[in-house]
């Protein structure tokens, strides 16, 4: 039963996973798991395996057809991701599932499938808009930065002299002021114009729909009072990739069971009398389920980056570290002491670049040799839906001997055919990945993170991290949330309730996507990751899309400069297997009607 | 060479005019008028001064948009690419986890782990032993009440919040628990963060940039110290707890920038009101003085002081009769005192609501569960409606601890081998060894030598065997039967019921629960103390001297308290007697 559901596990994007899911499905079925689907099972011919690609659920299908991009890899597709291979005679690239004869006894299918997981389908750089209309947005975005800035100042210029209590907290007798002219005009002048769109108070469980707390302002942003009045409205914005926000069912039934056996919560860091059984089991199971040796679990998932990096690098150690790295994980390599360098995002050839230099230049000023190198990448990226180009990353790290640390904040649950995260997604061994560092906020409903590695760095982390030493362990609900959310998805629970839940966030994040595709708007990102960024680019659509959407009943998250780059402002949609087609059909019917104010469908082509 | 007085006066005239007229014309530009006023009063000052400036400028713009290369990148020499792959070849990494040191394994062998509940109680190798570990200072941790109240959060928001504070993770419990605590401390606004070590490790950077001067004390604890290093401010620090000092290194930062003409930067003193690892109290009068004399702003880290001083709880603030208005920042942990998890900072409207943008632990990571805020709120109403029972308590116990083991030590003979420094008031009360004294003549000035020896000493306390008398476990034994059965004043033991664990859906889970972790069931053991525990290479500038912290709990009845001081002094007497036979 098990199995015939993980082979009915949709493959739309890549069809890479597919040849895997039989093997897979074997394994689990045997009740054993793999550290990499290819490493065993019968070889197939890539016959085989596309025609296994073509089969389609038929209960996945809804009003909407995804006629564009199709479920079966085109012939195109797969050369894409393979380039390395010549086709002995011509082929028509357009065709769809149809790969001529000869071509495919040549070829060892998992030897293919392996090298093509070395490319990923969608890369970063595609989505700059080629239509014409481009240009005049990225214009007029500046122009309206320039108007808000001159806009600004205008007003300080008469408010200093108006209302001059508003800005004591700029010159307070002999004190320097607290924060800098930038940050204070900033928040003064632009973020307030949208501040009614971030920190909406909320009550009750983020899931699929959340209940928000009206609020009111009389004095343009600057406070806001609370109604008493709620509204519940479609979650559009929280990370519930695996719908576990829940205060129901199974898990809400052990954290229970668990309150009532283990209590609130323990005041003591781990090593000093903080250890709890529920530690122990959480970390066994963690290290089990992302497929490494050992695990050790921190009461929060920034701390985790922030505490565990500098564990482990020190003085003469380098840490390179893709630019759209999360504050967490800067924040860690500042608190190293070791040298930072940034490559440009998702780029291995800038990553080489890097590596190839600074090995060759060594520390700065005395040029010794660095200690060693770790290369910091996530998973997926929180704010552009990509997903990390692993197998070239692991090559370049073999090459060049350097250490890689994955966060999987975002990918971990959400990846991967068994939601293991990113080396289940790419077929990828975790003992190529030398760290990997996950958080238990997103996927699992829960708070805190996880770094699961070989059993000598975790104690090395146990010893020294600051997070074991000094600060207060994982509450014990909160523990048993996890421990009970990973067993519903390794299927310890005895049902498929996991797997569904896999299965159904991957249909979800496909389904949105390819409409939101279809339909012209410029959408960053990786085809079957949950982020799926909507570009907004002029920050007057940040607020008009964070407010509008809400008047609609959804609740979205937006975002603009400086926490993205200037001209690409965002909507951030997270898509969760608790939607329905019904929240996701809402969702992308706002977004049409909103576009013909918001001029965000620059890809549309009309045929 | 041509001065000014050489010119000719209506040359001067002129340009006088022409350059007021243009003036006047930029005026009228938004912002302008600053550097109008600027360009006018330097050429008051000093025409040349304008002429250069302006020169300078003008080379600077060249400069900038001159083509761009980054000298620190490139290296020195340009090498081949088959260079670089020799280099390559030829570099050997070191291995990713550092060698394991002696302490570092010491830390790792001294885990213990327990099961059920952590409280007065706590359950190690099956066993049940009095904890003197936990920072339960207020036995929080024991109270029925706030597991009810979990149980209900949990079936009206479920454990995670899923999403950052941003972005729909900010929970009415949230607001309720930073109005109340605001409100509690005496400040106008608070927020929280969803650790401890967060709070005070993003409030000190959301400030203090590179440029900027801090004040610390060198004593503070590592969680101060890292919201310090990781700011990139100029960092200086006075000895510990030493108004002197402190006022002199405040004069000296001040003569060094008038001295140097340095503009006025952004200026901290960052101090705790309850210190972590030496057990004393800031003098926080003379702190507020010279904060006020000095203009600097203040920083206080209050999470040992926080529930724990003062009459009715406020921290080291209300203990001293500081005036709370002049401490910028109260920081205090929510972990310890109130039974949650993470932390919080107060102040200032204004300047806490910048931390929600500039706070990373704050607005980069997902909010606190709604149990752990809701238990706090539960904890601090509980605090509130009792500060007598249990800040009065608390004193008590922790004055009758040190009592009773500074009797016991000195019927072991240890009264000169072993001190306990700190003030009376202090919840956490260090034990240490006197280097050089008579019986520890042998002992070296290993650092971990001594932390072996403690050790040794905790591990004997809990195991209990040999240290543990025969007639005070069963009266504790008694004791125990006793409470369990009334359940009145720490009642969760008996709270917790067969039934209680028992939810129909899933009774065999429950039953393996309950046999796991009621403390009921488990024969009595010795005393949980831990040794005070530091990454020592990573403590800066010196680490604080090895201990063992013996945390009290205003749980602890006046015969726990006797026999934990029993038990301890028995411990150190056997193994310092062993060691140095
Ligand atoms: C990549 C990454 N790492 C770490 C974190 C922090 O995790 P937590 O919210 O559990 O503190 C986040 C959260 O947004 C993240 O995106």
Redesign the pocket.
């Known amino acids: 039963m098990a199995a015939q559901e993980v082979e009915r596990l949709p493959t739309l994007t890549t069809g890479l996973g597919v040849g895997n899911d039989n093997t897979m499905a074997a394994e689990m079925a045997q009740g054993e798991s793999a550290a990499s689907p290819f490493a065993a099972g019968a070889k197939r011919t890539l016959h085989e395996i596309l025609a296994e690609a073509a089969h389609v659920d038929p209960s996945a299908s809804s009003t909407y057809q995804l006629t564009s991009l199709d479920p079966t890899p085109s012939t195109k597709d797969l050369l894409k991701r393979n380039p390395a291979y010549t086709p002995s005679e011509p082929l028509d690239p357009n065709s769809v599932g149809i790969v001529p004869k000869g071509l495919l006894e040549s070829v060892d299918a998992d030897e293919f499938l392996r090298k093509a997981a070395h490319q990923p389908i969608v890369t970063f750089d595609d989505h700059t808009p080629e239509s014409w209309v481009y240009p005049i947005v990225v214009l007029i975005t500046h122009l309206s930065y320039i108007t808000l800035t001159v806009f600004g100042h205008i007003r300080d210029f008469f408010g200093k002299f108006l209302r001059p209590q508003g800005y004591n907290h700029l010159k307070e007798e002999g004190y320097a002021p607290l924060y800098s002219d930038f940050e204070s005009f900033y928040t003064r002048r632009i973020y307030i114009r949208t501040r009614d769109c971030f920190n909406r108070p909320i009550t009750g469980v983020a899931g699929a729909r959340l209940t928000l707390l009206e609020r009111v302002t009389k004095d343009y942003n600057k406070t806001f009072q609370l109604t008493g009045r709620t509204r519940e409205v479609i979650n559009m914005g929280s ?1 519930n990739y695996l719908g576990f926000a829940q205060n129901e069912g199974r898990c809400a039934d052990e954290v229970e069971l668990s309150l009532r056996a283990h209590g609130v919560s323990y005041n003591s860091p781990r090593a000093e009398a903080g250890t709890h059984a529920l530690h122990v089991e959480l970390e066994k199971l963690t290290a089990e389920f992302v497929g490494t040796e050992d695990a050790i679990v921190c009461s ?6 922030s505490t565990i990096i500098p564990a482990l690098m020190g003085k003469g150690c380098l840490i390179v570290s893709d630019e759209l ?2 504050a ?2 800067i924040n860690g390599c500042r608190n190293s002491g070791s040298t930072t360098r940034v490559f440009k995002h998702n780029c291995a050839a800038d990553l080489e670049r890097v590596l190839r230099q600074a090995i060759a230049s060594g520390q700065p000023r005395t040029h010794r040799p660095w200690r060693k190198i770790m290369i910091i990448v ?1 998973g997926i ?2 704010m552009e839906g990509s997903v990390c180009d692993l197998p070239r990353i692991v090559e370049l790290k073999k090459k060049y001997k350097c250490y890689l640390y994955v ?1 999987e ?2 990918s971990i649950g959400a990846l991967g055919p068994r939601g293991r995260g990113i080396c289940d997604y790419w077929a990828v061994p975790t003992t190529d990945v030398d760290i990997l ?1 996950g ?4 996927s699992f409903g829960a ?3 996880y770094v699961a590695s070989s059993k000598a760095i975790i104690d090395t982390i146990r010893a020294r991290a600051h997070s074991s030493i000094y600060s207060e362990t994982m509450p014990p609900p909160v523990c048993q949330q996890v421990i009970s959310s990973l067993s519903i998805i390794m299927g310890r629970d005895g049902t498929n309730d996991g797997l569904d839940r896999i299965k159904k966030l991957r249909d979800n994040s496909m389904y949105l996507r390819r409409r939101l595709v279809d339909a012209g708007f410029v959408v960053y990102g990786d085809e079957d990751t949950p982020v799926i960024p909507v570009l907004l680019y002029n920050p007057s659509n940040v607020r008009h899309i964070g407010t509008s959407f809400l008047k609609r009943g959804i609740a979205v998250v937006v975002v603009g400069f400086p926490a993205t780059p200037l001209v690409t402002s965002r909507m951030r949609i997270c898509i969760s297997s608790a939607h329905t087609r019904e929240d996701l059909d809402k969702t992308f019917d706002a977004l049409i009607e909103e576009s013909t104010e918001t001029m965000i469908r620059l890809n549309y082509k009309a045929t | 060479m041509t001065t000014t007085s050489d010119l000719n006066p209506e040359t001067v005239a002129l340009l006088e005019r022409g350059l007021r007229l243009a003036m006047r014309a930029v005026e009228s530009v938004p912002g302008a008028p600053a550097v109008v006023n600027y360009l006018s009063h330097s050429y008051h000052n000093d025409r040349w001064r304008l002429f250069l400036e302006i020169l300078l400028v003008g080379i600077l713009t060249k400069y900038l948009l001159s083509k761009k290369y980054r000298p620190r990148e490139a290296p020195a020499v340009v090498l081949t690419d088959r260079e670089i792959d020799q280099l390559v070849a030829e570099w050997e990494p070191e291995p990713l986890p550092m060698p394991l040191t002696k302490a570092d394994n010491l830390i790792l062998d001294s885990h213990i782990v327990f099961n059920g509940p952590s409280g007065k109680y706590l359950a190690v190798d099956s066993k049940r032993c009095l904890n003197f570990a936990s920072l339960n200072f207020l036995g929080m941790t024991d109270r029925i009440e706030i597991r009810h109240e979990a149980e209900k959060v949990l079936r009206d928001y479920g454990v995670g919040t899923c999403g ?1 504070p941003g972005f729909y993770g900010t929970l009415d419990a949230h607001l309720e628990l930073e109005t109340s605590i605001a409100n509690f401390v005496g400040k106008e606004m608070a927020i929280l963060y ?1 650790y401890g070590f967060a709070a005070i490790a993003s409030c000190i950077p959301a400030y203090a940039k590179k440029g900027d001067i801090i004040v610390v004390d060198e004593a503070a604890s590592f969680a101060v110290q890292r919201g310090v290093y990781v700011s990139r401010a100029d960092v200086h620090t006075f000895k510990h707890n030493d108004m002197a000092d402190l006022e002199a290194v405040l004069q000296k930062i001040e003569k060094t920038r008038i001295a140097r003409k340095q503009p006025l930067t952004r200026r901290f003193i960052v101090v705790e009101g309850l210190y972590q690892n030496t057990g004393t109290i800031c003098d926080l009068v003379t702190v507020t003085r010279l904060k006020t004399q000095y203009k600097y702003r203040l920083v206080v880290e209050d999470s040992f002081g926080f529930g724990t001083l003062g009459k009715t709880g406020r921290g080291a603030v209300e203990h001293t009769g500081a005036d709370m208005g002049k401490v910028d920042f109260y920081v205090a942990s929510l972990a310890n005192s109130l039974a949650g998890a993470g932390g919080f900072v107060a102040g200032a409207t204004d300047v806490i609501d910048h931390q929600r943008l500039a706070g990373l632990g704050y607005t ?3 909010s606190m569960p709604a149990i752990m805020a809701r238990a706090s709120l539960r904890a601090l109403k509980i605090l509130r409606d009792e500060p007598e029972a249990l800040i009065g308590r608390l004193r008590a116990n922790t004055a009758h601890f040190r009592q009773a083991l500074t009797h016991q030590l000195k019927a072991a003979g240890l009264q000169d081998t072993v001190e306990l420094p700190g003030v009376v008031e202090s919840p956490a009360v260090h034990v240490r060894l006197v280097h050089g004294s008579p019986l520890l003549a042998k002992l070296g000035d290993d650092r971990f030598d001594e932390e072996c020896l403690l050790e040794a000493v905790v591990t004997r306390a809990r195991v209990g065997a040999d240290v543990v008398d025969p007639a005070e476990a069963e009266a504790a034994e008694a004791a125990f039967a006793k409470e369990t059965a009334v359940g009145q004043m720490w009642p969760s033991l008996a709270g917790t019921t067969q039934e209680d664990l028992t939810l129909p859906a899933d009774a065999e889970k429950a039953a393996a629960l309950a046999s796991a972790t009621l403390l009921n069931g488990l024969p009595h053991g010795g005393v949980v103390f831990t040794r005070a525990k530091y990454a020592l290479d990573q403590e800066l500038p010196v680490p604080p001297p090895a201990s063992i912290r013996v945390v009290i709990s205003a749980a602890h009845g006046q015969a726990e308290l006797d026999r934990a001081a029993a038990v301890l002094a028995k411990s150190l007497k056997l193994v310092i007697s062993e060691r140095f036979a």
């Open positions: 990370y929060m998932g920034f701390a985790t980056n790295n999360h967490s994980i996530e990226y929180s966060d904040a975002h560092m958080t238990f906020t997103k708070a805190g993170g | 950052p969803s980069f990571s997902a």
